[in-house]
């Protein structure tokens, strides 16, 4: 028999208390949210259920889970990771290393395909870099006639991917294939009414100075942009006009600033601009063409 004690439960009033100071003292400046949402996450529960008992007990176990999850929080790894979701466009995506964590910012991309689109007319949809899949999943949703092929170099994100489309039941009309940008095999075949891309588009020179959450947690390879941040827009301007069905619409997430310089690469091969969408922020986020 163990001589150890039982420790008594703990009120989840005073773990959340505990966890926020730990955690501002580490620098995180949402230090109580973030304690909040990792409480709840241990004990199965939503945020502001918790928040309307935190006199409620909390097992040992429990308390131990969530002790790991601070610790990890501490070490400034990104709360969606240590939960493993996230949510976008009002829909639930399970998150992780392998894939950029989907950002509101992105949202803005969804809107203006959706606007730019009449009557959801859109049959396919091509997802470049897809990652979690957060973008053409979100369309899809959306479009309930439409086709959708997300491609990423990463193996590791399209098992991501194709774990969000099977939960959201979207797998039936979704199709992942494992290339940089487009296959050369599919070259002449594949035409798109919609093209939509979150490219990595961060200068690499500024990669050091981002928060660590995001420099040491999420894929560099979602995020490093070359030297000037735009290489992966001069890549899809020159593959994207040619897989365009007459009418397409192609529609980008940019960086800060960048937008002008976006619309200039694809006016020079041959693609007209159709606008640019602010984020919630005021920041031109999205660009069209
Ligand atoms: N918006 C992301 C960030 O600032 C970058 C995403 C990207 O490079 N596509 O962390």
Known sequence: MSDRPTPAPVRAQALLRDAARRLNAAGIDTAR???????????????????LDTERPVPGDRAAAF?????????????AQIVGRREFWGLDFVVGPDVLTPRPDSETVVAAALDR???????????????????????????????????????AALAVARANAATLGLSGRVSWV?????????????????????PPYIPSAEIAGLAAEVRDHEPRGALDGGADGL???????????????????????VGAGQAAAVEALFRAAGLMPAGIEPDLAGVARAVAM
């Open 33 to 51: 949210l973030d304690a909040e949402v990792l409480l709840a996450h241990v004990l199965g529960t939503e945020r502001l259920a918790l928040l």
């Open 67 to 79: 002790d790991a999850c601070v610790a990890r929080r501490a070490a400034r790894v990104p709360v």
């Open 117 to 155: 689109v009449p009557g959801g007319r859109a049959r396919r949809v091509c997802d470049l870099g897809t990652g979690s899949g957060c973008l053409l999943l979100a369309l899809l949703s959306e479009w309930p006639d439409a086709l959708g092929l997300g491609i990423d170099r990463s193996g």
């Open 178 to 198: 494992e290339a940089d940008w487009f296959p050369p095999a599919e070259a002449a075949a594949a035409r798109f009414d919609v093209i939509v891309s979150n």
């Open 231 to 253: 290489d992966a827009y001069r890549r899809l301007a020159a593959l994207v006009p040619d897989r365009l069905a007459p009418g397409g619409v192609c529609v980008l997430e």
